[in-house]
């Protein structure tokens, strides 16, 4: 994208937020499209510190619980031989359930976002899972979804299994339908 009038048509290129981000696969592969990944959000500290490594800038701020080892507080990797631009500014470390939308914003310095991505855990959803109706992990595609809203996403990106399309709600309703329909107010 170019951003014409500031600079002589400086590139501006589209910002993106990586929701249950793990350790960064998704993130790096919109950062080699194209995108500013600017923030990963994940509730899993051991992941998020090879998230840190690969994908953070300089100055990134880390929020939320760090990873301990026997109790002490581990140093934050660097990965200094990565090929790849490091754009993300803020890594949160904390369960979804407990994060907002402005939160994210705010500390991004953002007032929008051009893209959420994420992949929100499949255990539930897998072929290979207990497929258990009511698995609280069920619900966490409409966490996505709700932050998604909260961060006026313009676009979105969710990954995750096809059996994601099969799985039931206890209502009897498709967790796929649901989704759907709450996303196809603004999307």
Excluded: H
């Amino acid at each position: 994208l170019r951003q014409e009038g500031y600079g002589g048509g400086a590139e501006m290129k589209p910002t993106a937020i990586d929701l249950f981000c793990g350790c960064g696969g998704f993130s790096l592969g919109v950062i080699q499209a194209g995108f500013n990944v600017v923030c990963g959000v994940d509730s899993d500290p051991q992941a998020l510190m090879t998230y840190y490594a690969n994908l953070a800038a300089p100055d990134c701020k880390w929020v939320g619980e760090k990873p301990k080892k026997r109790g002490k507080e581990l140093t934050l990797p660097r990965n200094e031989w990565a090929s790849w631009e490091k754009t993300v500014k803020v890594v949160i470390c904390q369960d979804i359930r407990e994060v907002f939308g402005w939160d994210i914003l705010e500390l991004c310095g953002l007032e929008e976002v051009d893209c959420v991505i994420g992949s929100p855990p499949c255990g539930s959803f897998s072929s290979s899972g207990r497929r258990k109706i009511g698995d609280e992990r069920d619900y966490l595609v409409f966490e996505f979804a709700r932050l998604a809203e909260e961060l006026r996403a313009k676009s979105l990106v969710m990954e995750n299994v096809p059996a994601l399309l099969s799985k039931k709600l206890p209502s009897g309703a498709k967790v796929i339908n649901v989704l759907t329909r709450y996303l196809k107010r603004d999307y």
